[in-house]
């Protein structure tokens, strides 16, 4: 484990040397070799280097899945710079906000799509928002002329032969502990956390990763997980630049276009939630399509059940299924192997990766240590001490159980985050949002178990006397304001919410009552 690569400048270079011809990128008539990739990689940073954009400098990239993705984050390393992805789900406000936070020098954001204009919604939520350089990603919608927009190919051929020395002299002097990315999860007080990791953290979380998979050149791994998430991107992307394997991305989940994918792609690496296979599994027209090809599945972010697993072996004839923890501060903590039968995949997410330990403290919380832990929160030390202690260890805020093999359980959750189709869903950042709605007293939103997500919210309100405001109202006023996996399903209103005697409510009597 100790040879491979500690930045993504030289993990692209390796893989250019190693793979050259072998196909990197399949995202329909984009087919790119490694070579190619890195050849368009280094004209996209060179790109920025003409733009006056520095080393150190963040920029952002919100749109979803396809090659240009996967171009535009690895010539931001390769430019010296720092990644940061943009939930694709956000609305212009959220994506407005951390450009903001984090003085992005440039924005690589998708054109229209799916009826979506995010650079309008951008600028809609904030006349003033100005990023010096912004670079848009054609999708097949009717992009208006903007004279402030750069199209993703013309910047590419912004590329001079002197800038691309320079960007081959930035990449050569990445470090493994720059920082590459700055990853954004929410927090329990509301407010997201913008997570930093090092390039030899992000590379570090790849190779465990390849290693429990056994990845090898010959995969095709279909990317459904967002690219903006760490399950797309350094689960997905790092990996294959690793591996030799190919990314095939894809926009957006369908089913039938999922199971066309595999079919013609022969596709071998195919991660994702519990959902996915059960949607797969049930689907009416399953026998039209060759599957046969699927070798390797890793999911997780919900309970797996055995006759899932066993389903997915037996109907899908998946080699491996593997179930994997992690969190965005510890991207992958523990992971199922190859050999493991069903029961433990089904109870278990497997056992620390290499170069991780885990160990239960206080209340059975599932701590965390080892060299892929995060190195803090942006501009935010304070929480950053109270989630890794003195002795380095995360505390993740999950309970656990942890078996004589090493195999760890994850039982509970002392935070009250709930999973809603694979996201992390934070109560109170939905309460402060129904918190600036007119009428309502006070809100408390908890997880409900959801066939198909998982777990869905539902919020509880107390109105004021006299209000006329309604469900439908709260939620059209979530939807201007939340993504949409963050918007609760439905509205309770009540009397009171129900507190213990400091005044904290009692959310697991408001879960005991509907359960």
């Given at each position: 484990m100790n040879?491979?690569?500690?930045?993504?400048?030289?993990?692209?270079?390796?893989?250019?040397?190693?793979?050259?011809?072998?196909?990197?990128?399949?995202?329909?008539?984009?087919?790119?070799?490694?070579?190619?990739?890195?050849?368009?990689?280094?004209?996209?940073?060179?790109?920025?280097?003409?733009?006056g954009v520095e080393a150190g400098s963040r920029v952002a990239v919100w749109a979803p899945n396809t090659h240009h993705w996967v171009v535009a984050a690895l010539g931001v390393h390769h430019a010296g710079g720092v990644v940061v992805p943009i939930n694709t789900r956000y609305t212009g406000t959220e994506a407005a906000e951390i450009a903001q936070r984090v003085n992005a020098e440039a924005l690589v954001v998708a054109g229209n799509f799916l009826g979506a204009d995010r650079l309008a919604q951008i600028r809609a939520a904030d006349p003033a928002f100005d990023v010096a350089t912004i670079v848009r990603i054609p999708l097949g919608g009717d992009d208006a002329p903007d004279d402030s927009v750069t199209e993703f190919d013309d910047f590419l051929a912004l590329a001079t032969a002197s800038a691309l020395t320079e960007a081959d002299r930035r990449a050569d002097a990445v470090s493994p502990d720059?920082?590459?990315?700055?990853?954004?999860?929410?927090?329990?007080?509301?407010?997201?956390?913008?997570?930093?990791?090092?390039?030899?953290?992000?590379?570090?979380?790849?190779?465990?990763?390849?290693?429990?998979?056994?990845?090898?050149?010959?995969d095709n791994y279909l990317i459904i997980n967002p690219f903006f998430h760490s399950f797309g991107y350094k689960a997905g992307i790092l990996v294959c630049l690793l591996s030799g394997a190919t990314m095939v991305p894809m926009t957006v989940f369908d089913v039938p276009k999922v199971m066309e994918k595999i079919h013609e792609e022969q596709i071998s690496v195919f991660p994702g939630a519990p959902t996915i296979y059960q949607s797969i599994l049930d689907h009416p027209d399953r026998a039209k399509y060759q599957l046969s090809s699927l070798r390797l599945a890793v999911t997780g972010a919900a309970p797996v059940p055995v006759a899932l697993v066993e389903r997915m072996q037996n109907e899908l004839e998946f080699e491996a299924v593997l179930t994997a923890y992690g969190q965005t501060e510890a991207v992958v903590v523990t992971m199922c192997r190859t050999g493991d039968d069903p029961v433990t995949i089904s109870t278990s997410s497997g056992r620390a990766v290499p170069g991780m330990?885990?160990?239960?403290?206080?209340?059975?919380?599932?701590?965390?240590?080892?060299?892929?832990?995060?190195l803090g929160y942006l501009d935010d030390p304070e929480a950053t001490a109270k989630t890794i202690d003195r002795y380095g260890w995360l505390h993740t805020g999950d309970v656990a159980t942890i078996d004589d093999r090493g195999y760890v359980d994850i039982t509970d959750r002392l935070k009250d985050?709930?999973?809603?189709?694979?996201?992390?869903?934070y109560p109170a950042e939905v309460e402060q949002t129904l918190a600036r709605i007119e009428g309502l007293a006070e809100s408390a939103v908890i997880g409900i178990p959801d066939e198909r997500m998982g777990?869905?919210?539902r919020a509880f309100v107390v109105a004021l006397p006299g209000s006329d405001v309604t469900e439908d109202s709260i939620l059209e006023f979530c939807r201007d304001r939340l993504a949409k996996f963050k918007i609760p399903r439905d509205v309770r209103f009540v009397d009171t919410l129900p507190r213990n005697p400091s005044g904290k409510v009692l959310k697991n009597d408001l879960r005991e009552e509907n359960s």
């Open positions: 040879d491979y690569p500690r930045t993504t400048p030289s993990a692209l270079t390796r893989a250019a040397e190693r793979f050259g011809e072998l196909t990197a990128v399949s995202d329909g008539d984009a087919q790119l070799t490694f070579a190619q990739l890195h050849e368009r990689v280094r004209r996209f940073a060179a790109a920025l280097v003409t733009r720059d920082v590459a990315d700055i990853l954004f999860t929410s927090g329990t007080t509301g407010k997201s956390k913008g997570v930093l990791s090092a390039h030899r953290q992000s590379m570090g979380v790849a190779q465990a990763w390849a290693e429990c998979a056994e990845m090898r050149s010959s330990e885990v160990r239960l403290g206080e209340q059975n919380e599932l701590l965390v240590r080892g060299s892929d832990v995060m985050m709930y999973i809603s189709g694979g996201f992390n869903v777990e869905v919210g």
